[in-house]
């Protein structure tokens, strides 16, 4: 079991994920402010200027007990979102998935590469036992992503945000390394 210190790239057909840099604080920034992303990921808790997010992104690589990683289009090298593993937790080989993927990597299956490769390198190279996720249950396209990625469902945190009027549900989900490892049997 090692620790998220080291930041891969991941090469698939349709998305390669590589470590955030500072520069990458521009394109997040039109990312994070796309109204869907907004919809889908819920308001962020501080505001959020220019200068913070080249400071985040900037920071990224040297987080040790995180993996934040930048999705681009393989073909064009465009930055389009994000994966990350966080809230690691080294006893239960556990850690939380969220990513946000933008208007121009949207529909062409980059999200459900994307979030294939960071689960299978949290598996396959880090050593996890279970990965999970939380996310809104009106977000279907976001969900029909995670389930072909081997996510489970788990359970429905009810009412858990008061968005757009009405009461939210979240639904949570998780995958273990022994569901990966038959998922990916099956897949050869």
């Known amino acids: 079991m090692s620790d998220f210190s080291v930041k891969p790239v991941l090469t698939g057909e349709k998305t390669v994920l590589r470590p955030f840099t500072e520069a990458d604080a521009e394109g997040m920034w039109e990312i994070i402010g796309d109204a869907e992303v907004t919809h889908f990921t819920g308001d962020p808790p501080d505001e959020i200027t220019p200068e913070r997010l080249r400071d985040w992104y900037g920071s990224r690589s040297a987080q040790p007990d995180r993996l934040d990683l930048a999705v681009t289009d393989a073909a064009t090298g465009e930055l389009v ?17 969220r990513t946000l993927i933008g208007p121009r990597g949207r529909g062409r299956g980059i999200g459900t590469e994307a979030t294939r490769l960071v689960v299978g390198y949290g598996f396959e ?29 788990e359970g429905l945190r009810r009412e858990t945000e008061f968005k757009h009027g009405a009461w939210v549900d979240e639904v949570v989900m998780g995958i273990l390394d022994r569901d990966w490892a038959a998922l990916t049997a099956t897949a050869r």
């Open 125 to 153: 190279r880090l050593g996890l036992h279970r990965i999970q996720l939380e996310a809104y249950a009106f977000n279907h396209r976001a969900l029909r992503v995670y389930e072909k990625a081997g996510f489970v469902r």
């Open 81 to 97: 979102g994000e994966v990350v593993l966080y809230e690691w937790d080294p006893g239960a080989r556990s850690c939380t998935f």
